[in-house]
């Protein structure tokens, strides 16, 4: 049975308030993406004891850290050199928490920038060089010094847009550290069309080191995609978590909710996750969203801890 969590900034930029919910839910972990208004590579040493200490305490395992790492140009040497002391700073960070997996990036799709416009995932593929499965193998080396694993997300602003460009990403960087984050509800708002499931699945299986999940509904006349509560969009997750389990995944499924009830999160926010602009109305949209999961969890036949109260 996979082990199920909570990305905390999704809640609060208080990881005590994320925490809190996550046990009343029955979760078995939590994911770091942002906390105090900071992301991973800027947490102070005291940031990371307080986090360590608040997740221990409720005896919850950190999961995994959500690294912005390699959201960035490949073509811009200065950037991806600045990126690669990022991501050792997270690493850093993975170690004090005790998580053994971070999450990262394939660099800008072509014509990509922070806040642009959403690139054309076919052109920008046609012209991936070696050069970025080279730069997430040196990643990698840099990962196992850390005893950890890098998971790479499938993600529309990136290179890796969709589960099949991440995994021929993966095949050529062929790297024992390097795997997938498989984000299921990403490829609603890719342009490809790839099907989450089981298409983007059987992609990704192979080198499957940790899921988020999420849910939306695509407009097929503007070619968008709009976050909705878990299970009331596209995604099939009853038949997914059904899967996961016959497969054997025992790894983390981790909730990113994304769906706002009175407002929702803008794309230049959703670009690069994290602060309170993002956090705002995500402790309701998460409740919303975990209650959905017990219902989805249930309707597969699966059995899962019930609301605590505590």
Same mark, same amino acid.
């Given at each position: 049975?996979?082990?199920?969590?909570?990305?905390?900034?999704?809640?609060?930029?208080?990881?005590?308030?994320?925490?809190?919910?996550?046990?009343?839910?029955?979760?078995?972990?939590?994911?770091?993406?942002?906390?105090?208004?900071?992301?991973?590579?800027?947490?102070?040493?005291?940031? *990371?004891?307080?986090?360590?200490?608040?997740?221990?305490?409720?005896? @919850?395992?950190?999961?995994?850290?959500?690294?912005?790492?390699?959201?960035?140009?490949?073509?811009?040497?200065?950037?991806?050199?600045?990126?690669?002391?990022?991501?050792?700073?997270?690493?850093? *960070?993975?170690?004090?928490?005790?998580?053994?997996?971070?999450? *990262?990036?394939?660099?800008?799709?072509?014509?990509?920038?922070?806040?642009?416009?959403?690139?054309?995932?076919?052109?920008?593929?046609?012209?991936?060089?070696?050069?970025?499965?080279?730069?997430?193998?040196?990643?990698? $080396?840099?990962?196992?010094?850390?005893?950890?694993?890098?998971?790479?997300?499938?993600?529309?602003?990136?290179?890796?847009?969709?589960?099949?460009?991440?995994?021929?990403?993966?095949?050529?960087?062929?790297?024992?550290?390097?795997?997938?984050?498989? $984000?299921?509800?990403?490829? @609603?708002?890719?342009?490809?069309?790839?099907?989450?499931?089981?298409?983007?699945?059987?992609?990704?299986?192979?080198?499957?080191?940790?899921?988020?999940?999420?849910?939306?509904?695509?407009?097929?006349?503007?070619?968008?995609?709009?976050?909705?509560? @878990?299970?009331?969009?596209?995604?099939?997750?009853?038949?997914?978590?059904?899967?996961?389990?016959? $497969?054997?995944?025992?790894?983390?499924?981790?909730?990113?909710?994304?769906?706002?009830?009175?407002?929702?999160?803008?794309?230049?926010?959703?670009?690069?996750?994290?602060?309170?602009?993002?956090?705002?109305?995500?402790?309701?949209?998460?409740? @919303?969203?975990?209650?959905?999961?017990?219902?989805?969890?249930?309707?597969?036949?699966?059995?899962?801890?019930?609301?605590?109260?505590?």
């Amino acid at each position: 049975m996979f082990r199920r969590a909570i990305i905390t900034d999704e809640i609060s930029q208080q990881p005590r308030e994320a925490i809190e919910l996550s046990r009343r839910f029955g979760l078995d972990g939590i994911e770091i993406r942002s906390a105090w208004e900071k992301r991973p590579h800027e947490f102070s040493q005291a940031d *990371v004891h307080a986090l360590r200490t608040l997740s221990m305490d409720a005896g @919850l395992a950190v999961c995994a850290v959500a690294t912005p790492c390699f959201k960035c140009a490949v073509d811009d040497p200065a950037a991806v050199q600045t990126h690669f002391e990022m991501l050792r700073r997270c690493l850093d *960070v993975c170690t004090g928490l005790g998580a053994s997996i971070a999450r *990262v990036f394939s660099f800008w799709a072509q014509g990509d920038r922070a806040g642009g416009n959403a690139p054309s995932a076919e052109g920008a593929w046609a012209a991936v060089p070696s050069l970025i499965a080279d730069h997430l193998a040196r990643a990698a $080396d840099v990962a196992r010094t850390f005893g950890c694993r890098l998971g790479v997300e499938n993600e529309p602003s990136v290179v890796g847009s969709n589960c099949w460009r991440v995994a021929g990403l993966l095949a050529r960087a062929h790297h024992p550290a390097l795997g997938a984050v498989w $984000d299921p509800g990403n490829d @609603l708002y890719d342009p490809s069309g790839e099907q989450p499931y089981p298409e983007g699945y059987l992609h990704l299986q192979p080198y499957l080191l940790h899921v988020h999940i999420k849910d939306a509904r695509r407009d097929l006349a503007t070619g968008s995609a709009q976050a909705v509560p @878990l299970g009331d969009g596209e995604v099939p997750y009853a038949r997914i978590f059904t899967t996961l389990i016959e $497969d054997g995944y025992a790894g983390f499924v981790s909730l990113e909710t994304h769906y706002r009830i009175a407002r929702p999160v803008s794309p230049e926010v959703a670009l690069m996750p994290g602060g309170s602009a993002f956090s705002a109305g995500g402790l309701e949209a998460s409740t @919303l969203c975990l209650q959905r999961w017990q219902t989805l969890l249930a309707t597969a036949g699966i059995a899962a801890p019930l609301n605590r109260e505590d």
